[in-house]
């Protein structure tokens, strides 16, 4: 199947369960991309934020991005005029570093807060005591200028089907109780981001609202 093919298929599959694909065009030319996005896809993820800022210079101005991968601090700046979603926040810093930005971009900046799931630890994220910390901190209260959509997660890289639905399983039991606790009245905390080409079914499963899909629409690297 071609880029478009997939990108109509997955889309049928996901619109009736009402999940959200986030397109992952890192490392595709801008002709791969533009194949999707006329096959009707508006939301793309990228990992890398120099290879984002190129894209969003050079591909039409309706694009939705959303920064998947480890933001630096640094980095924020450069994207802050216009990324749409932030889905890897891990740290109250790096937080106050996009509320900075987005401020002088005069928006506010929707973000995801990136939660460790995953037995390796290569993987970024808060744990929960980390996590429940920075929501009761007078230092996040404070923030102006971004505004806390939900959660992100990724799952151990494994084959054991097991294991991955029961981090997600967590995830979304912990996304719940943060919705109680911290976001009761906010409709805006909806998004629950995980799953992946190889697990995107385990996590729909389990609750996620949004998957980030690379080598199923594009094919493998």
């Known amino acids: ?13 996901l619109s ?27 939301a793309f993820g990228e990992n890398v934020v120099q290879e984002l800022v190129g ?8 694009i939705e991005w959303h920064l998947i991968g480890h933001l630096q601090s640094n980095k924020v700046k450069y994207i802050a005029p216009f990324v749409a979603l932030i889905h890897s926040v891990d740290s109250l810093k790096l937080l106050k570093e996009i509320d900075k930005h987005a401020k002088k971009n005069n928006r506010v ?61 967590e995830l979304k039991s912990l996304f719940n109780g943060i919705k109680v606790s911290f976001f009761t009245d906010a409709e805006y905390f909806d998004v629950l981001s995980m799953g ?13 609202t949004m998957v980030r899909l690379g080598s199923t629409i594009f094919g493998s690297r």
């Open 1 to 13: 199947m071609d880029i478009a093919d997939q990108i109509k298929a997955i889309e049928e599959e």
């Open 16 to 42: 009736r369960l009402n999940v959200t694909l986030i397109a992952v065009s890192k490392t595709k030319s801008n002709e791969e991309i533009l194949e999707a996005y006329h096959a009707g896809q508006r």
């Open 55 to 62: 894209k969003q210079e050079a591909l039409p101005k309706d």
């Open 109 to 169: 900046i929707d973000c995801l807060l990136q939660i460790h799931i995953a037995t390796e630890d290569t993987k970024f994220g808060l744990d929960h005591v980390e996590l429940i910390e920075l929501l009761r901190s007078d230092e996040f209260r404070q923030l102006s200028n971004v505004r806390i959509r939900g959660l992100m997660g990724i799952a151990t890289n494994t084959s054991n089907t097991k294991e991955i639905k029961e981090e997600f399983r």
């Open 196 to 208: 992946m080409s190889s697990d995107y079914k385990i996590a729909i499963e389990q609750g996620s």
